[in-house]
């Protein structure tokens, strides 16, 4: 099973943050009142667990890494505009890198580039620029912590493992010495051996590299650390029944650009900002009805390419509130933060697909490990070996330290995508005040503040959401042949509903229709979502607005869904669909 889904720290930390990551003093233009870090730094003490590492992270870092934030954001360079930041963030070329993981990463960019320009004070987006600051340390330390404490125990395996092997590399080459040659079997054996010993020497070189960057991180000193990694506690438990409505519910409620819209005059509720961004942006939706899985390609293309215009989108709202004359001013703020209010639930709604995918990798490579350990164990157990065979070994160990590394990798992400999801959901312990404690009262403050972080959010969890009903089962929808077995199924008008008008489209003169030749482009649970994806597909292909539309309610299995129809002239129809289908369009002859 291809990996594809999160990959390197979290949030912007790689597009914003880590540069800035050293404990370096801060400008003379600031005071020093105003900083967290102004002491020594604290060596540290015993075991170091994951909220201990993060209260250093922070701690030592924040002033830098905000400041840095700082200035990318409020920048006047022409060549660091926000649409460039975005391309640039889309068009990143580091391995691995998910691009679900790329789309969170442009929402959080546009949502803390748009809250900070539509903030009247300075001062407080620069508060809120640390804040920020503050979640993506966090994070990229709770990546590294895992990586950390995985390495420090492979790195003491794997010096076993290639002191064995050299050993075995030694005596060939002695036996060269004697000898004056080695046979074809031994060369053989040297050069793959080789090879070997070369792989695992970078295994063991990147695992040291990442011991490296926690320490610098953490400012410890990587000799005298012994790490507490073995569980993550509530940063690993995610209940099944937190859907992700709870959490997009919890960012209105809590989050800060939302208190920001109200002291502006605009109060949100959860079910507005969530109609809002199913009005506006309904590919996501459509998936859903259609049964299309979290899995397939197409809904990760779909979310992120959904990402990538909701981004620039608030960007373009925010540049045209900035330009704006007063008397357009209030208008265009409004509407800036409606855009603000779809990335916020655009990004939640990608965290939390990267937190139930990691779900997916982690269970999968669980068995690949634990097929692997068979294989290795029925290697050792030979009764009679060679030197090929004990290669053959070699190789296999070395295929199961990549495949746990790589789960182990998974693991940690999962944390730090778990995390991110609350961040997103307006939960954060971070504070300027509560940064200025000691380290072990940060510790203490986050390890309780964490805790009590999901029994908050779900205690303020409206009843109109706890009573939302669980979305129906569309198993009818996953077959490949879905859509022709939903045209099979004897259609109900809805109650007391009636038919939906077309959707204004410029219809030809003196036009006969055909009876059953009509082109269906798609399906949807809610009609208001016709209209909007009727503007989607005619802006790909705007001859499709010279054909009579309809738009039919029908009912499958208890579900109303909405059926949206052209009707072009009998010769038209298969060719009209093989155009449609080749814009990436849907299209049935019906």
């Known amino acids: 099973m291809k990996l594809t889904h999160i990959r390197l720290l979290s949030g912007l930390a790689a597009v914003l943050l880590l540069s800035s990551c050293q404990s370096q003093k801060a400008p003379e233009r600031y005071k020093q009142d105003g900083l967290v870090f102004v002491d020594e730094i604290e060596p540290v003490k015993g075991r170091t667990d994951v909220y201990q590492s993060m209260a250093r992270a922070v701690k030592y ?115 060269q010495e004697r000898q004056g040659v080695l046979s074809p079997e031994d060369i053989e054996y040297k050069k793959n051996l080789e090879v070997a010993l070369l792989k695992l020497n970078e295994i063991r070189s990147a695992l040291a590299f990442r011991q490296t960057e926690y320490s610098q991180l953490i400012q410890a000193n990587p000799e005298k650390l012994e790490l507490e990694g073995r569980r993550f506690y509530e940063l690993e438990d995610f209940d099944r029944k937190y859907n992700l409505e709870i959490f997009q519910e919890s960012a209105v409620r809590h989050r800060t650009e939302f208190a920001a819209a109200k002291e502006n005059g605009k109060i949100y509720s959860y079910v507005e900002v969530r109609d809002n961004a199913i009005r506006d942006y309904p590919e996501i939706a459509r998936l859903d ?9 197409l809904y990760e293309k779909e979310l992120r390419d959904r990402a990538l215009l909701i981004a620039n989108n608030l960007v373009d709202a925010v540049t045209a509130y900035q330009k704006a004359t007063p008397l357009f001013k209030d208008s265009l703020r409004r509407r800036a933060f409606d855009e603000l209010g779809a990335a916020i639930m655009a990004q939640i709604q990608i965290n939390y697909c990267l937190v139930k995918l990691a779900d997916v990798d982690y269970q999968h490579l669980g068995h690949e490990i634990a097929k692997k ?17 004990n290669l053959d070994l070699l190789n296999q160990k070395i295929k199961l330290i990549e495949l746990q590394r790589r789960q182990s990798q998974v693991n940690a992400e999962r944390a730090v995508s778990l995390r991110s999801l609350y961040f997103n959901a307006g939960l954060s312990p971070f504070s300027k005040r509560n940064l200025k404690l000691s380290v072990k009262e940060i510790t203490a403050l986050l390890r309780t503040s964490f805790n009590k972080d999901l029994v908050e959010m779900l205690s303020a969890v409206s009843e109109e959401i706890k009573r939302l009903p669980k979305p129906k089962k569309n198993d009818w929808a996953k077959e490949d042949n879905w859509l022709e077995n939903l045209m099979k199924q004897p259609v109900q008008k809805p109650k007391k509903t009636e038919a939906a008008k077309a959707v204004q489209p410029v219809a030809r003169k003196n036009e006969k229709t055909v009876v059953g030749k009509r082109l269906q482009l798609g399906a949807y649970m809610d009609k208001n979502n016709v209209a909007p994806d009727w503007e989607r597909i005619t802006s790909k292909l705007p001859e499709l607005k010279n054909y009579p539309t309809k738009i039919e309610p029908g009912e499958v299995s208890g579900v109303v869904f909405w059926r949206l129809f052209i009707e072009p002239e009998a010769k038209d129809v298969q060719p009209l669909c093989r155009k449609i289908l080749d814009n990436g369009l849907e299209c049935l002859v019906r």
């Open 289 to 297: 009805i259609n049964g299309v899985s979290l899995g397939h390609e």
């Open 373 to 389: 350990k068979k294989e290795v164990l029925a290697l050792e157990k030979r009764a009679r070996t060679g030197n090929m065979q």
């Open 61 to 175: 870092n924040v002033d830098n890494a905000s400041l840095n934030l700082n200035k990318k954001i409020f920048t006047q360079d022409p060549n660091q505009d926000p649409k460039t930041v975005i391309k640039n963030i889309m068009n990143s070329d580091i391995n691995d890198r998910s691009s679900l993981l790329e789309a969170s990463n442009v929402l959080e960019y546009a949502i803390i580039y748009g809250i900070s320009h539509l903030q009247e004070k300075r001062p407080t987006a620069e508060l809120g620029l640390y804040l920020k600051s503050s979640q993506h340390l966090a994070l990229a330390t709770i990546r590294a912590h895992h990586d950390t404490w995985f390495a420090m125990k492979k790195i003491k395996e794997l010096d076993r493992l290639l002191a064995k092997e050299n050993k075995n590399l030694e005596a060939l080459k002695q036996k």
